[in-house]
């Protein structure tokens, strides 16, 4: 599935293969068939404060937002997990567009709860899974990701 993928920080991303890889792994394993648009975001007050925001998904472009400032990669890719999941939902239906979704919407609305409590087992896993199939299939790869390099050898 080919997603599209908007850099928005204004460096290159050097993790942008493990992007395309996790979303064709979350299609896979999540069976969403109309594939969302991520947008990778810089900001910098949002990385300065501890409980600022991580991403976001708007059901209504069936767009994720992850915000990248100062985030290490993998967590950058769990959170990209997550809003996955709730890209599924939103595929499956289960987004209603009246629903409170401010400060507090999941301690206040027992169904986005729900929904909440999904993407982060099954956002977790997703990326879980996939590092796990890195390492099994690809150990090659996995070790250069590991020393950052940012090219395999072919030798």
């Known amino acids: ?10 460096s290159p991303i ?3 293969k493990e992007i395309h890889s996790l979303c064709n ?6 069976g969403f068939q109309e594939p969302p648009s991520i947008f990778l975001n810089h900001d910098k ?8 925001r991580t991403g976001y998904y708007d059901p209504s472009t069936m767009e994720i937002h992850v915000y ?3 985030r290490h990669p993998k967590d950058i890719l769990r959170s990209l997990g997550h809003a996955l999941v ?12 009246d629903e409170y979704t401010g400060p507090g919407y999941a301690q206040k609305n027992p169904h986005l709860r729900k929904m909440e ?11 879980r899974d996939f590092e796990d199939m890195l390492k099994q299939e690809n150990t090659i790869y996995y070790e250069h990701l590991q020393k950052g390099d940012k090219k ?3 030798k």
């Open 45 to 52: 007050r949002n990385a300065k404060n501890t409980l600022g």
């Open 117 to 127: 409590q999904e993407a982060n087992r099954d956002g977790s896993m997703c990326l």
């Open 1 to 10: 599935m080919n997603f599209k993928i908007k850099n928005n920080t204004g």
């Open 14 to 16: 050097h993790y942008e």
């Open 86 to 97: 709730h890209h599924k939902q939103n595929c499956d239906g289960k987004f209603d567009s």
């Open 25 to 30: 792994f979350a299609q896979q394993r999540l």
């Open 152 to 154: 395999m050898s072919l």
């Open 68 to 70: 990248v400032t100062g």
